[in-house]
């Protein structure tokens, strides 16, 4: 069983910034990359950024420059640092993981989301 807890959202100004965290927990053995997805209102869910286990980014288009994504290994907590902000940023904001669990049953791999995030860019 493994959690997803995002945290960090909240209303933001043009411009600026804010840091979305995202925070695993669970019987995690490995994790294989973690994800920042979007949804915006009538829009579908988009890949912002990720981060693999050897620490490879991705980041799309529409995001490269401003935001970064970062983890913290011993912590198993992966962050978000969102800068220069725009009104179509405004999404919920989810955290997606590629994990293998293992205890005594064994091991497994599945695919994992938090509950969200809401990120509001207005002024």
């Known amino acids: 069983q493994v959690q997803l807890v995002e945290s960090g959202g909240g209303l933001v100004q043009p411009g600026g910034s804010v840091r979305l965290s995202c925070a695993a927990s669970?019987?995690?053995?490995?994790?294989?990359?973690i994800g920042w997805y979007r949804q915006a209102p009538g829009k579908e869910r988009e890949l912002v950024a990720s981060?693999?286990?050897?620490?490879?980014?991705h980041y799309a288009d529409s995001v490269k420059g401003r935001l970064t994504i970062s983890r913290d290994t011993a912590k198993n907590t992966v962050y978000l640092q969102m800068n220069n902000l725009k009104p179509d940023d405004t999404a919920v904001y989810y955290c997606?993981?590629?994990?293998?669990?293992?205890?005594?049953?064994?091991?497994?791999?599945?695919?994992?989301w938090g509950q969200g995030t809401q990120v509001t860019v207005s002024s």
């Open positions: 997606n993981a590629d994990i293998t669990t293992s205890d005594y049953t064994g091991s497994s791999r599945h695919d994992y």
């Open positions: 669970g019987n995690i053995f490995s994790i294989h990359v």
């Open positions: 981060i693999t286990g050897g620490g490879y980014t």
